[in-house]
């Protein structure tokens, strides 16, 4: 089992930033990657952005989000971050870490189904 534990969530302004911390805990030896998602109020989830765990700092972001959030890892804290920049009112939504043990398809990662554990997910409020 892992248990992951979102934090960083709140209240901004448009054009202000967040920084979303995911602290990983239990069996994270076996970790793939690591993704955002986020679920707007009245939508479904969507992929926000994932990095795969060893090795170099492959990363993936959604089109919506890409040049403005920035996904980071520390491994030896087995955390995972969420930068969040220039953020707009539909930025808006629950965000939610999510954990894949296993896997080779980088395709893959940005679907939910294939990761393993979820955390509780952390609001993101963004103000007009």
């Known amino acids: 089992q892992v248990q992951l534990v979102e934090s960083g969530g709140g209240l901004v302004q448009a054009g202000g930033s967040l920084r979303l911390s995911c602290a990983a805990s239990?069996?994270?030896?076996?970790?793939?990657?690591m993704g955002w998602f986020r679920q707007p109020p009245g939508k479904e989830r969507e992929f926000v952005a994932a990095?795969?765990?060893?090795?170099?700092?492959?990363?993936f972001y959604a089109d919506s989000v890409k040049g403005r959030f920035t996904i980071s890892r520390d491994t030896a804290k087995n955390t995972v971050y969420l930068q969040t920049d220039s953020l707009k009112p539909e930025d808006t939504a629950v965000y939610y870490c999510?954990?894949?043990?296993?896997?080779?398809?980088?395709?893959?990662?940005?679907?939910?189904?294939?990761?393993?554990?979820w955390g509780q997910g952390t609001q993101v409020t963004v103000s007009s």
């Open positions: 239990g069996r994270t030896f076996s970790t793939y990657a």
């Open positions: 999510a954990h894949r043990k296993y896997g080779t398809s980088y395709r893959s990662l940005y679907s939910a189904d294939p990761y393993n554990y």
């Open positions: 990095i795969i765990w060893s090795g170099g700092s492959v990363d």
